[in-house]
């Protein structure tokens, strides 16, 4: 498929998607004119290569990553290597932080709503 039915597909820009190939992210074949043409795998790779950089992590550990993700058939990769779990694990604990913090100034803004407005109303309005 070309660059902008991937882009569409996946709802990342083609600037994106050049990005991701010039980081290794991404691959595709080149046409004698020189156009991109990525497999339909790359659909679910872009979805992927999304939840990662939403996950806060960089290029270079994503690079790292993306081998060593679940094969087509769903079975574990086998090039996954105890250091890069070690590493995942310690980015999951980073995760983990990052949203106690969270929780912990949605709390501190509720009791300031609850002050503020006196109507002891201090969740989501829903």
């Known amino acids: 498929m070309k660059i902008g039915e991937l882009a569409r597909r996946t709802g990342v820009s083609e600037r994106s ?3 991701y190939e010039q980081q290794g992210l991404l ?11 990525y497999p339909e795998t ?18 270079a550990k994503i690079a790292e990553l993306l081998p060593c ?17 070690a590493q995942l694990r310690q980015e999951r604990d980073r995760i983990d ?9 949605r709390e ?3 009791e300031v709503i609850t002050a503020a407005t006196g109507d002891g109303r201090s969740g989501p309005s829903r």
């Open 42 to 59: 790359a659909v679910a790779r872009v979805i992927h290569i999304q939840e990662l950089f939403a996950a806060g992590l960089h290029s």
């Open 27 to 37: 691959s595709a074949r080149r046409s004698p004119g020189g156009h991109r043409d």
């Open 69 to 85: 993700m679940r094969d087509a058939d769903g079975g574990p990769s086998e090039v996954a290597t105890p250091l890069l779990a």
């Open 97 to 105: 932080r990052t949203i106690a913090d969270l929780v912990r100034s």
């Open 108 to 110: 501190t803004l509720d």
């Open 17 to 19: 998607l050049r990005y």
